[in-house]
Each structure stands twice: as C-alpha cells, then as structure tokens.
C-alpha cells in the first residue's frame, strides 16, 4: 500500500484529492489530507464582506463533507517535514509516513510583519479584509464612517489575488457614493510597485481607472512603521489616514521554512512547469503554497492542478510527466456599479485587450468594464462549491489561447521607463 | 532588444535599458550604468551588488529587497539610502541583471 499525503484542503488540496481518489486503485494508494481548519473558506468573497454583500455563513463550508468518501482528515497543524526520510511530523508529535507529498498550505497575511500593523490600532483606524474577522471588523468601521482620508495600501508583493486591493479600492470608491458621502473622502492607492499593477498594459488600464475615479495613485511606496494616523515609507515618505485599509505582508506556512524548503517569504521553490520541489522527487507544491511567477490565485490553482493531475499518474507509473503548465490565470476585477473587467495571462503573455473565451462574440470582454463580467464573478461561488472543488470539468480551456487577445502592435506605453 | 555602446563596446539592452545578458557586466561598466542614473558607487553599493550577481549566478532570479535584507545582509533601510526611490530596480540596473520580477 502506498501513500499520498496533501497537506491543505484550501482550493488546490481540496480539488487535487476530489481528482486522484477515483484514479489511483483503493488497493494500492491510501489518501490522507492534513488540514487543521474544520471549515473551508471561500476566499474571493471576502472582498465583498467590507460592503456588506455576503455574510460570513455564506462563505464557509465544513471542510471534511468537501473531501471524498475514504478519505481521512487529520485537522492538526504541521510541525515539519523530514523529506530525508519521507515523513510528516504533526505539531502532536505524531508522524505520518509518505509515498509521494502535495504542499498546498496556501499563503497568509502576516499583520506582525511590519510594526504597527497588529498594534492597538488594528481595528480601529488601521484594517484589513484578507481575513474573515478582519474583513467583518471593516464592515462594521464602514457602517459608522462618515469621511476622511481614506487609504488603500499593499504592503509587499508578492500577494495573493494581486488585484483584490485595486477591486477594494473602486468598490469603495462606489460604496462612498451610495453612501453620498463621496465628496467627503479623499482616496488615496498607496503601492509598492511604480504602478497600479505589475503588468504594463493592465497596469495602464488599472491606472486610468483610479484617475477617472478620483483616487490618487502613490507609487514606489515601501512602508516601514504604521503609527496611529499615518503610514512612514523606508525613504521617510509619510501618508497620513483617518482610515487605512492594508494588505499585509503574505507568508507560506512556518513548517515550510523549518523543514528547509522555502524561500524568503517561506514559498516553496518549484519547478514552474510541473510542481516538483526543487531537489526532490517526491514533494510537490501547488497552490499560492508555491512560489510560482505568475499571480497566486484560485484560477491559477485550478489550471494547474488539471496539469498536476495527469502527470502525477505519469510519475507514479516511472513514466516522464508529460504536460508542462504554462501559468494560465484568469481573474475578475470588481470595477464598482455592477461591473468588472477580466484579465487573461500566463507566464509568457501580459494581460490583454479582447474578448473571452471566443473572438469577437466573448461574451466576457478581457480589460473592458462589463456588467455580464461582473455576473459571471457572482456566478463564480455556486460554481467553485459544486463543480470546481469536487473535481468536475469546467468549460474553459486549461491552457491560455490567444483568441480573442489583441496583440499591441508597438511597444505599450510604460509608466515605469525610467528607471 | 537593443544594442548599446558603453565603454566603447556593444552592450545588449532591453526597452527599459537592462542588460539582457549578465555576462556582457564587468565592474567598470558597474560605475558606466550608476554613473547614468546619477549613483556614485560606494563600498555599500558594491557589496549590494557583488551579493545581487552571486545570488542571481545561484537561482537565476534577481533577489528581491526582502531577500537582499534576510539573505544578503542589507537592510531594506539601507538599500533605499543606497538606491533612492527605487532600489531594487536601479540595483538591478547598475549589476547588470533583469528587472526584478518580485511582483506577480
């Protein structure tokens, strides 16, 4: 009898064991998950929770019934992994021999990172929405504020569903004006990066869409403390707030860096194209658990795990794996009054103009402001419980296609050309 | 991809004016490149860059600030007194290596 143990039932670990339990014989593979959380959390409707559209009941499942029959959970935190000798050791001392292992703890806001982030002010003019307490904490600040200098702010990159900061942004930008109390708020996009995304083309688009709505782009800002009222950058630039809204420095899991398989920021070194861990040839990565180059993302998880799933059947048969992932992603971005745009990318090519997935008839139009885009995100979490979790085919194609993409013909405009 | 004189050889570049190939680096066009972007290189500056190209020599990524501060010693702090504005562009730029790609 053999081993399979995934560690994480988030979205990759979850979708991986719902696709390899009715492929790999009962006999011959036994399939153990560890996940320490009782309930599984549908991560791309926090964003929603700060305006008051979704309740945190809509956005939680119990963990175990998302799993296939046959399958044990073992809730407990990891200690580490002894990858000399296969094994995992739980944070009860036990440990738990393996065959082959899948990494997929995910990546988590780490608020202690900077200092003054977790400090007294955490809740009160200092927040965040990538956790389900913070983002109720928000909710209720919002239901009560009544104008001031209103921050948006990304910590470091990189995080995860990179443009949830620049959706937050125009749905509050559309919340104020609900509210009419849009003249009273002075919006402020605070970054790291030297534009509104990391990628040219969208980076323009995302940019002009900030203009247009009045909130002021601040660009090469790396904060180093968060007092009371204002964020102080590494340079000495200050930005001061009334009500800062922040995406905290996101980490891989702490077992990652004591069993010596992460990076700085505790992501686990992959090769890109098939999952493997660096030096190993039994571990696996998949998820925002990896450290990927390209965005970490649900969409991105999926793609993969497709691509994990038959060479994983290669690899265990001594065969080469024979599919190479090609780092598609697919986000919607939440632009504000019942629209959204949707961006299409992978390693090689940057999110472009055009239509999706067809040329010309879409319907979904890639970096155009939809209101069919923005119902097929809505669409997207009865999608992601019954089709995407239990492994079922959607219809897209796994690998990025370039129809329906407008090529630019000269070098884009780039807001970031001097140096 | 273009094709700069520097030093009185061609030196590859690309639209943002990184070298594309590492190799074509030596430490005297080190000073060529910071001399462009208005940087007088000190010890700070080189010992920045010496860990950049070794570390970049090791994972073929060019590091990160976070990784310049854990693994290579200089605190971010100090990268920014050394690069202002934008260190770990215009360290990129002076050692010879691609943009950093830190962010996806």
Aim: hydrophobic share 40%; charged share 20%.
């Amino acid at each position: 009898m053999k081993r399979l143990v995934v560690l994480g039932a988030g979205t990759a670990g979850t979708m991986i064991v719902n696709k390899l339990r009715p492929m790999l014989p009962m006999q011959e593979w036994d399939i153990t998950v560890v996940e320490p959380s009782p309930f599984h959390l549908y991560q791309p409707g926090l964003l929603f929770v700060p305006f008051g559209r979704y309740e945190a009941s809509e956005l939680l499942r119990p963990t175990q019934p998302l799993l296939p029959a046959g399958v044990p959970l073992i809730t407990e935190e990891v200690e580490r992994i002894d990858v000399g000798e296969d094994l995992v050791e739980l944070a009860s001392g036990q440990t738990i021999h393996y065959d082959q292992l899948v990494i997929a703890t995910g990546t988590h806001p780490r608020l202690d990172m900077t200092p003054g982030m977790a400090g007294p002010h955490l809740g009160d003019t200092v927040h965040e929405f990538y956790t389900l307490p913070g983002a109720e904490a928000l909710r209720q600040k919002l239901e009560h504020w009544d104008g001031g200098r209103f921050v948006v702010h990304v910590t470091e990159f990189p995080i995860k569903c990179p443009v949830a900061p620049l959706e937050f942004a125009f749905l509050a930008d559309d919340f104020f004006k609900r509210a009419d109390i849009r003249d009273r708020v002075e919006m402020i996009f605070a970054t790291p990066l030297s534009g509104a995304f990391t990628k040219p083309i969208a980076s323009e688009r995302l940019g002009d869409m900030l203009d247009t709505r009045g909130i002021r782009l601040e660009p090469d800002f790396s904060v180093e403390r968060i007092d009371e009222r204002a964020m102080v950058s590494y340079d000495e630039r200050v930005i001061p707030f009334d009500l800062l809204v922040t995406v905290p420095v996101n980490m891989g899991a702490e077992f990652v860096a004591r069993s010596g398989l992460g990076d700085e920021l505790n992501h686990v070194r992959v090769d890109p194209h098939n999952f493997l861990a660096e030096g190993s040839g039994n571990v696996f990565a998949l998820g925002d658990a990896a450290a990927l180059p390209i965005s970490k993302a649900g969409s991105v998880a999926h793609f993969a795990v497709d691509v994990f799933v038959e060479n994983f059947l290669d690899h265990i048969a001594g065969r080469p794996m024979g599919r190479s992932f090609d780092g598609h992603a697919n986000c919607f971005v939440e632009s504000g009054a019942g629209k959204a745009l949707l961006i299409d990318f992978n390693y090689e090519t940057e999110p472009l103009p055009g239509t999706y997935p067809l040329p010309v008839v879409g319907p979904l139009g890639l970096l155009k402001e939809t209101r069919i885009n923005h119902l097929g995100k809505l669409a997207f979490r009865p999608i992601y419980w019954h089709m995407l979790l239990p492994g079922r085919r959607l219809p897209v194609p796994n690998a990025m296609s370039m129809a329906g993409k407008e090529v630019p013909t000269g070098q884009p405009e780039r807001e970031d050309v001097t140096i | 991809m273009t094709v700069a004189t520097m030093e009185g050889r061609d030196i590859h570049v690309d639209a943002e004016g990184f070298l594309t190939d590492p190799m074509e680096w030596d430490e005297s066009l080190a000073a060529t490149l910071a001399t462009n972007i208005g940087i007088d290189l000190t010890e700070g500056h080189w010992s920045a860059i010496r860990f950049a190209r070794s570390d970049y020599a090791a994972n073929g990524e060019t590091p990160t600030l976070r990784r310049m501060a854990t693994a290579g010693g200089v605190p971010t702090k100090e990268m920014f007194a050394l690069f202002p504005k934008k260190p770990a562009k215009k360290m990129a730029y002076v050692a010879g290596l691609p943009k950093p790609v830190g962010c996806v």
